[in-house]
């Protein structure tokens, strides 16, 4: 897997070209001597997503064009694989979705690496610019910056436990997530977006100041996200770095929501 992670990071660099690294991750899926040979669909988007933690969230249009292209090309699904995701032809054929797995392989990774690396941020940009692609529905991954945001600015009961707890890391995750999407997520917030159960309730520290039944994002979180950022901005003993991320948060958010 190591070398078609790096046939990936070749493409976004230049050396090849979009069809050559296709043409191989694909010959696998398509052409083996042996099961122990054969690649699946699954397998295939894993090296994309594992590409992309190691590319820098600045440089990751080309993986983004990758996977648009991958998607056009409608690459048969085992039927092991559709079996064990629960997948029907239908829902395979439609244009419409996303790519099968992607989603849950992106959780999985965010989960495998450390929340303190560059690959976190990485993974996180990657979901916000697949958020974000308007030639191809390649996923709405804006449950996931909710975790982040909900993460960096509300599970913690003030802003001196911010600073005095929080990781410089999670308040970049949420930076990046609001200056690559924060027109989406700013829109999922003026049409009051709501997830499933319990995965899109609000932090401790939100508890006192938004309703505990939210769901999902609304204009009071966004209004609360930007206060709490503000705050911790404004407060004397933040280090210069983690200024800087809320500054560019905060601009991130007064632009989206014009």
């Given at each position: 897997?190591?070398?078609?992670?790096?046939?990936?990071?070749?493409?976004?660099?230049?050396?090849?070209?979009?069809?050559?690294?296709?043409?191989?991750?694909?010959?696998?899926v398509h052409?083996?001597?042996?099961?122990?040979?054969?690649?699946?669909?699954?397998?295939?988007?894993?090296?994309?997503?594992?590409?992309?933690?190691?590319?820098?969230?600045?440089?990751?249009?080309?993986?983004?064009?990758?996977?648009?292209?991958?998607?056009?090309?409608?690459?048969?699904i085992d039927?092991?694989?559709?079996?064990?995701?629960?997948?029907?032809?239908?829902?395979?054929?439609?244009?419409?979705?996303?790519?099968?797995?992607?989603?849950?392989?992106?959780?999985?990774?965010?989960?495998?690496?450390?929340?303190?690396?560059?690959?976190?941020?990485?993974?996180?940009?990657?979901?916000?610019?697949?958020?974000?692609?308007?030639?191809?529905?390649?996923?709405?991954?804006?449950?996931?910056?909710?975790?982040?945001?909900?993460?960096?600015?509300?599970?913690?009961?003030?802003?001196?436990?911010?600073?005095?707890?929080?990781?410089?890391?999670?308040?970049?995750a949420a930076?990046?997530?609001?200056?690559?999407?924060?027109?989406?997520?700013?829109?999922?917030?003026?049409?009051?977006?709501?997830?499933?159960?319990?995965?899109?309730?609000?932090?401790?520290?939100?508890?006192?100041?938004?309703?505990?039944?939210?769901?999902?994002?609304?204009?009071?979180?966004?209004?609360?996200?930007?206060?709490?950022?503000?705050?911790?901005?404004?407060?004397?003993?933040?280090?210069?770095?983690?200024?800087?991320?809320?500054?560019?948060?905060?601009?991130?958010?007064?632009?989206?929501?014009?």
């Open positions: 897997m190591r070398t078609d992670v790096e046939d990936v990071m070749a493409y976004c660099q230049g050396v090849k070209s979009i069809d050559e690294v296709l043409d191989t991750l694909l010959e696998p052409h083996y001597k042996s099961e122990s040979e054969r690649r699946t669909v699954y397998e295939v988007w894993l090296i994309i997503v594992k590409a992309a933690e190691e590319t820098p969230f600045q440089e990751q249009e080309p993986i983004v064009c990758l996977c648009e292209t991958l998607k056009q090309r409608k690459v048969p039927e092991e694989s559709k079996r064990d995701w629960r997948l029907n032809d239908d829902e395979l054929d439609d244009d419409s979705q996303p790519p099968p797995f992607l989603g849950a392989i992106i959780r999985e990774e965010l989960d495998i690496v450390s929340d303190h690396s560059d690959a976190y941020i990485n993974l996180c940009a990657f979901s916000a610019y697949l958020t974000i692609c308007s030639t191809a529905n390649l996923g709405d991954y804006c449950l996931h910056a909710l975790w982040m945001i909900r993460e960096a600015f509300e599970d913690h009961e003030s802003i001196a436990d911010l600073v005095l707890h929080q990781s410089i890391t999670k308040i970049r930076r990046v997530w609001l200056q690559i999407a924060g027109s989406r997520l700013n829109k999922a917030c003026l049409e009051n977006e709501e997830f499933f159960g319990k995965m899109g309730t609000i932090g401790k520290g939100a508890q006192s100041e938004l309703d505990e039944s939210i769901k999902g994002f609304t204009i009071g979180r966004w209004q609360f996200w930007h206060s709490r950022i503000e705050g911790l901005y404004q407060t004397s003993r933040l280090d210069d770095e983690m200024r800087q991320e809320c500054k560019l948060a905060l601009q991130a958010m007064n632009e989206s929501g014009r």
